[in-house]
């Protein structure tokens, strides 16, 4: 996680306080909460993570998240837009790292959905992935999925959590 995803997930601007994070954090939670939202486990957990990555940093707005780069504010609902319009297909893996959502498994039969969704095929890794439209990876190196799960985490929706949420 960096500065920019947490605060993106959180709707928040580079120049928040602490009492604005814990706000934030508050409306995201009764907003994304899984028993409101089929989605909502998944973006729960980014939530939690970016909220107690800010709260750990001590984040007071001081420093810039990338330079030259904005935050996107709206993040946040693009992601669970994104989870959201593909969490009911079947035979399709949802995996969350750090700020991203990658998709596995078969997912031939559902690329017109996809595409739609706002993902986009990472070649080199055989994955959908999603981020927001704008987004500049710092990182030009040929990481593969192991090692971007090593580095930023790694949580996968299955089928039994999709169930859950489902009969929510």
């Known amino acids: 996680?960096?500065?920019?995803?947490?605060?993106?997930?959180?709707?928040?601007?580079?120049t928040a306080s602490q009492e604005q994070?814990?706000?934030?954090?508050?409306?995201?939670?009764?907003?994304?909460?899984?028993?409101r939202n089929p989605a909502g486990l998944e973006m729960m957990k980014a939530v939690n993570?970016?909220?107690?990555?800010?709260?750990?940093?001590?984040?007071?707005?001081?420093?810039?998240?990338?330079?030259?780069?904005e935050v996107n504010v709206n993040y946040g609902?693009?992601?669970?837009?994104?989870?959201?319009?593909?969490?009911?297909?079947?035979?399709?893996?949802?995996e969350i790292c750090s700020?991203?959502?990658w998709l596995s498994g078969n997912t031939k039969e559902h690329k017109t959905v996809i595409?739609?969704?706002?993902?986009?095929?990472?070649?080199?890794?055989?994955?959908?992935?999603?981020?927001?439209?704008?987004?500049?990876s710092r990182n030009r190196g040929n990481w593969d999925i192991d090692k971007i799960r090593d580095v930023y985490g790694s949580s996968t929706v299955n089928k039994k959590e999709k169930d859950k949420l489902q009969a929510a």
Do not use: C
């Open 115 to 136: 595409k739609e969704a706002g993902y986009k095929w990472a070649s080199k890794k055989f994955m959908w992935y999603f981020r927001p439209e704008g987004y500049k």
């Open 1 to 14: 996680m960096n500065i920019k995803d947490a605060l993106s997930i959180l709707g928040l601007s580079k």
């Open 21 to 35: 994070i814990k706000q934030a954090y508050k409306k995201a939670s009764m907003k994304y909460h899984p028993d």
């Open 49 to 69: 993570v970016a909220y107690q990555w800010l709260v750990e940093k001590e984040y007071d707005g001081s420093i810039n998240p990338i330079d030259g780069e």
């Open 99 to 101: 700020a991203w959502v």
């Open 77 to 94: 609902d693009m992601l669970y837009d994104a989870i959201n319009a593909v969490i009911e297909l079947e035979g399709i893996t949802i």
